[in-house]
């Protein structure tokens, strides 16, 4: 389905469409809205080898710029130093990335950030791709196993 206007997609549309371009570039698992430490994720991807990517996903630009307001969790991915003392790292994904809706201004992208552009067809593109904040490789997939299996048991609730 193509969209001709921007209201017609939403975040869960650009969660699906990220999805799908995740998993044929090397993701293994994806979860949506994951809570970790510092809040929750839009999008948690896992990758096959094993590195974890958190998805902030933006519809606006006045959303985008909002985000800089979650001040701790930005403070940790921006000090690699901090947050190797912190031991939050188990509980932190190895990177991060933005991801808008195409035609929202993305700058300034966070040195610490990558960014990815869902347009209205579907296609996924990945403008700028983000660094590593941490090399440790958590046990992500019987985290977010464990977290889906309660989000559905509450959700019977």
């Known amino acids: 389905m193509i969209f001709t206007e921007k209201k017609d997609m939403t975040e869960k549309r650009m969660q699906l469409y990220l999805i799908h ?3 044929r570039k090397g993701f293994c698992l994806c979860a949506p ?8 994720a839009d ?3 896992v990758r096959n080898s094993g590195y974890a990517e958190e998805f902030e996903i933006k519809i606006s630009r006045s ?5 800089s307001r979650k001040v701790i969790k930005h403070t940790y ?5 901090m947050l190797e003392k912190s031991g939050f790292k188990q509980f932190t994904p190895n990177r991060f990335s933005y991801v808008l809706l195409s035609g929202v201004n993305p700058d300034p992208i966070p040195d610490y950030a990558g960014c990815y552009i869902v347009f209205n067809s579907g296609t996924v593109d990945c403008i700028k791709r983000p660094p590593l ?4 490789k958590s046990a992500w997939e019987k ?3 464990a977290k889906l299996m309660w989000k559905y048991i509450n959700s019977l609730t």
């Not at 809205?33 to 929750?40: A, M, P, Q, T």
């Not at 959303?63 to 985000?67: E, P, V």
């Not at 991915?77 to 130093?81: D, E, R, T, W």
């Open 21 to 23: 371009h995740l998993l």
């Open 33 to 40: 809205n994951i809570s970790l430490r510092f809040g929750e």
């Open 43 to 45: 999008l948690l991807g």
């Open 63 to 67: 959303d985008y710029l909002a985000d």
């Open 77 to 81: 991915y921006q000090n690699k130093s």
């Open 133 to 136: 904040l941490n090399e440790f």
């Open 143 to 145: 985290k977010i196993s």
